[in-house]
Structure formats: structure tokens, C-alpha cells
């Protein structure tokens, strides 16, 4: 008898396991969820059942026909095992659905820019520590942002974001990542293709935002952005391709703004860089020397 009660155990753990909560996402799925708790109830609920009658039969318990126990057996299986559960599970379907959506839009958020709907720095980072193969990070910084804070307000400069976060969205398709990274610096992870290729999405997105014109209130603001680009390669830290892509961009704002520089002009520009050594401390020190 311990046996069999084993093997009803083990047959419900098996019949429940099998449920997956993270399919309940429509009304549909609900019911379906619903239906089958329910047959399921039902088969747990008969195994069950027909245990207890040769148990109760067996020691003598009872003088109801056997007949007649098998029929409320059934019964009760349907009522309770059925009915009862296949309501609750309706109900808890909805709650479920409801944890579920609640949970998918709370990790949306906290992976989101609130103000330019873009990635944020935590998905950013996700999406940089994850990257296998050829691809390119670019680092870009909008030019002056400062001076449209100090003339025009914080909104003005909200504004702009916003205006050149709907551009980089719009350039940087599928599977490249793009993210603001605070203030007014972002970062894209240009993914597939060849390095021409990747560098062209760039260009195409300074030129954009260049052509962009924001308006706020009774005033036409026109900014342009500075871009600076490193390789991600298998004999580069993530954070030496970061320092590379940083530099790459800092130079792009010494030699006049509103343009793209890669990390071969660090090196065309100093040759003691030739060979991108990993240590980091050499980059800066190079940089230094320069500026």
C-alpha cells in the first residue's frame, strides 16, 4: 500500500511539474491553463480515490456496494478534483498573468532611459560583457550640450536627447544595441557586418543629427554630436576597448567636433600607440603627451 501511495505521489508531482506559468499571457492561455489543472485534478483525484477504496474495502471499513462507492467516487473527482480546482485555477491564471506582465514591464523599466526610451547603462553593460565576434563600439557625445542648458534650460536639453535618441533609434537597427549612457553621452555596440559597413551607420548618424533641427518653443536648435569608435577583438579587454573608443572620441573633440574618428587615428597620430598595447595606463599616457 506504501508503494502504491508512492506512485501517486510521484504520478502527481509529474502531472504538476509539467505546467508552464510563464505561458499564461493571454485569455486564452488562462483557460487553457484552467483546463488542464483540471484533468489533471480529475486523474490525481480518481488515482487517488480508487487507492482509498481498496484500502477501505480491504480493512473492512465500509458496507456500501462497491458499485455504489465507485459512482461517488467519480463524482467527488469531478466536483472537487475538477470543478473546484479548474475555477481556482482560472482565477489564480489571472493573477498569474497579471505577477507576470507586472514583472516583464519592472525589468523593462529598469533596463530603460526613463527620458530617451533608449537602453540604459545597466542593459548597456549586459549587452557590452556579451559580446562575441567582430563589432564595434561607439561612444558619442553631443557638442556644447552645456551651453543649451545654460541658454535655454534643462527642457531645451531634454528635448535635444530626445531628438537624437529618436535618430540613433532610427540608424542603429537590429542587432545593435544602443543606450544612453547619462548625461549627454551614449553608447551603440554595432554588431554584424564588416568594419566599412559599420563605420557608414556612424557617419550616416552624425550627418543626421547635424541636419536635425529641434524645436523648442519659438527657437530652431541645431547641434551636432562627436563619435568615437573602437574593435572589440579576442586580445582586448572590454574595458581597453572602452578606453580606446573614449580616447578615439576625445580626439574627436580636440581636432574640432561634429566628426567620427576611429581608433586607428590614435595610433596614425602617435605611433608609440601602434600595436594596441593592453595596458591602459600607456593609452592615457599617450594621450597626454599629445594634448
Known sequence: MFMK????????????????FGEINSSRAIWSFAFRVSFRSIIVTSLAGFCS?????????????FGEMVKLMVVFSWLFGGVLSG???????????????????????????????????????DAFAAVQGEASLAIIDI??????????????GDRVIQSISSVLREVFGEPHVVARLGGEEFGVILQGGTLPQRLVLVEQA?????????AFHDTQL???????????????????????????????KEMGRD?????????????????????????FAAIGRRS
Open 143 to 156: 557638442d556644447r550640450f552645456k551651453s543649451i542648458n545654460d541658454r535655454f534650460g534643462h527642457q531645451a
Open 206 to 214: 552624425r550627418r543626421r543629427v547635424a541636419e536635425e533641427c529641434v
Open 53 to 65: 477504496l481498496a484500502l477501505l474495502y480491504a480493512l473492512d471499513l465500509t458496507s456500501i456496494p
Open 222 to 252: 541645431r547641434v551636432t554630436i562627436s563619435v568615437g569608435v573602437a574593435e572589440f577583438r579576442s586580445d582586448k579587454r572590454p574595458e581597453t576597448v572602452y578606453a580606446w573608443a573614449d580616447k578615439a572620441l576625445y580626439l574627436a
Open 87 to 125: 475555477g481556482l485555477a482560472f482565477v489564480a491564471g489571472h493573477v498569474i498573468r497579471d505577477l507576470l506582465q507586472s514583472r516583464s514591464e519592472f525589468e523593462r523599466l529598469s533596463r530603460t532611459d526613463s527620458l530617451s526610451g533608449l537602453a540604459n547603462r545597466r542593459a548597456f553593460n
Open 259 to 283: 566628426r567620427v574618428f576611429h581608433e586607428q587615428s590614435l595610433t596614425i597620430l602617435d605611433p608609440a600607440l601602434t600595436g594596441h598595447a593592453p595596458d591602459d595606463a600607456r593609452l
Open 5 to 20: 501511495e508512492q506512485a501517486v505521489t510521484r504520478i502527481g508531482r509529474t502531472l504538476w511539474r509539467q505546467l508552464e
